[in-house]
């Protein structure tokens, strides 16, 4: 759910707005510094400098400094710092929003200055590359196609799970006229971590001593354990 992760708020903040969206995409290629970011989304560098800021206190992106190939002072380059996985699901009767941080390999920063290769080492070089660009594209097409079938299988438990859930919430509504006694319900369902009345409490934001009496009353009436 949403509210275990305070920073799946701010995430989806930050990815609310289109600019800072760009922003990222366009950082997924290579670190770039905020003059080419605000002539490649076509926006100015002043806002440029906003979202960058934004996104880099979140920890999404960070900077650092490089030489520039011209005779100008070193240049601040901004690159993608951080990996997660924000996963959505929004049902007829359920929500469930989760983010997973991806740990990764080391970044690579690109090198401005490069030797001068002979024709030979030149001709080998492109030769490597060539076999580089295949091979990932045959991998990355593997990859895309492994994850579409995930993705497809999630989306296949997601409609089975809002069938049990419809029905369930049916009984529910038709069994109980109180709603907190019917919100109680509604959590244990679906929350795998409630561990105690204080817990719940939060969650429902209600009194312990009316959250108690009405888990005790469910479980006596229809013999389960909510708590």
């Known amino acids: 759910m949403s509210h275990d992760n305070p920073e799946i708020g701010e995430l989806l903040d930050l990815l609310g707005n289109n600019t800072r969206r760009r922003i990222l995409e366009s950082l997924t290629n290579e670190p770039k510094y905020f003059i080419q970011l605000s002539k490649e989304i076509g926006v100015s560098q002043q806002a440029v ?19 520039s190939n011209l005779a100008a002072p070193d240049r601040k380059y901004f690159q993608l710092n951080r990996s997660v996985y924000l996963s959505i699901g929004i049902t007829g009767n359920s929500m469930e929003i989760k983010m997973e941080n991806i740990k990764g390999p080391n970044k690579i920063r690109s090198k401005n200055n490069m030797a001068i290769e002979s024709k030979e080492g030149s001709i080998k070089k492109d030769k490597e590359i060539t076999d580089i660009l295949k091979n990932t594209k045959h991998k990355l097409e593997l990859l895309a196609k492994r994850m579409q079938e995930l993705e497809d299988e999630k989306i296949h438990l997601l409609k089975e799970k809002q069938q049990i859930l419809e029905i369930t919430h049916q009984v529910i509504r038709e069994s109980l006229e109180e709603d ?13 971590e409630i561990t105690d009345i204080e817990e719940l409490s939060e969650i429902l934001n209600t009194r312990e001593k009316e959250i108690k009496i009405i888990v005790k009353s469910l479980e006596d009436r229809f013999s389960v354990d909510l708590i």
Do not use: P, T
């Open 49 to 67: 400098l906003k979202h960058l800021f934004l996104l880099e206190n979140f920890g999404l992106i960070e900077s650092f400094k490089a030489k």
């Open 180 to 192: 907190l006694a019917r919100r109680i319900l509604y959590s244990n369902l679906i929350s795998r």
